[in-house]
């Protein structure tokens, strides 16, 4: 009965893991038909962003699919960068790591920050956004 009652945690948590999967699985396939209307896109945990053109969608993944979307036309960007930890990253020598990473644009009416989770693909973006801005 001891034996019993010491994988009885165990069970618990193979069944939390498989749960945590399929729930981050059920996120990925609603983020995979999501962006099967895009040019480019990302996911990650904390955003999901698309690219058509010179619009760019990003929201929030979710198991139901994307919350929060929201839209940006990019003629109305007058500056796109990459800040990292609250300082503009030089994206010649992006930093490697950071706690807070955004591809910020900024606009006449405001400034908008889509978030990311690696300094490396934020920098492929704002690279890519800021050529497609010329």
Do not use: H
């Not at 999967?21 to 999501?34: A, H, S, T």
């Amino acid at each position: 009965m001891e034996r019993g009652l010491l994988w009885l945690p165990l069970l618990g948590l193979f069944f939390w893991l498989a749960w945590a999967g399929w729930n981050e699985y059920q996120k990925v396939e609603g983020y995979r038909v999501w962006a099967q209307s895009f040019d480019r896109a990302k996911y990650d945990i904390l955003a999901a962003l698309g690219q058509k053109g010179d619009r760019l969608t990003w929201g929030k993944p979710t198991r139901k699919g994307l919350l929060e979307l929201q839209t940006l036309d990019l003629t109305t960007v007058q500056q796109i960068q990459l800040r990292v930890d609250g300082k503009v990253a030089n994206l010649t020598a992006p930093p490697e790591q950071g706690k807070q990473i955004f591809l910020e644009c900024l606009t006449d009416q405001a400034t908008v920050q889509i978030p990311f989770t690696e300094v490396a693909i934020a920098a492929q973006w704002v690279q890519a956004l800021q050529k497609l801005d010329r």
